[in-house]
Every structure is written in structure tokens, then in C-alpha cells.
């Protein structure tokens, strides 16, 4: 994959830094922005109107995305970075979305095992709860 950068990206806000693009889905759903500070997990992305559903509230979809990265994040930075997959996402919806916010997730590893690492979080938007999450990643050879 080539490595690419949007010209259209907002800036990162502070303490967060931009993802480093590459083509495929995170491409097109991001830009997503990552915690600079090592020790606390977090993602994020600027909600904008192509992440609307007909209510023109953030779609399911874009906030499971987002969910679906934080797993990872999440794990990385408690036990480092491995090759893995989702097994599980399990998600309950609290709150609307605002378009045009700032919305981030951000959680903790409630096991890891040799192979499997669980973890959850939680999903928000100006410090509201939006989603609440669970997850578990496996770990490849």
C-alpha cells in the first residue's frame, strides 16, 4: 500500500496527532487522529456531513468504525503492537452524534491472554457519552 496524505485534513487538535493514511477503508472513513500521550488510548475524527445518517446525526456505522480501530489502540498500547483481527465488537448506542464535533473513543484492556486480548471503552462527543463498546481482538502469528 502507498502511503498517502489528505489535503483537506483539519488539523490535528491538541494533544492528538494525524494518522498516517494509507489507501483502503480507514482511508475513506478517516482522517482519525490519535492521543499523543503514549500511556492513554484514544481515537478520534471530525464528524462531517458525509458521516450523517438521515437525521444528520453521526451514522452507526462511521461511530462502530471508530469503535473498531479504539480496539486496537487500546491494545497496542498495553501490550504492544501485534498482527490481529476483531473477533467480537459489541456496541450500545447512548447518545447522538453531533456533525461537526470532535468525536472520540477511548478505553482499557480488561484481559489479555496469550492470544485473545479484550477490551472496552467508551465513545463521546464534548465529554457526553455517545456509545459504549466491547471487544475482543485476536493475535496472529
Known sequence: ???TESNDARPAPEGWV???RFAGFAYEAGPFYFREDEATPGVGFYAEPRHANLANIVHGGALLTLADMSLFDIAFRAVGRFKALTVTLNSEFLGPGPIGEFIEATGEVTRAGRKLIFCRGLVTARGAPIMS???TVKRLA
Open 133 to 135: 463498546f466491547s471487544g
Open 1 to 3: 500500500m502507498s502511503e
Open 18 to 20: 494525524i494518522q498516517h
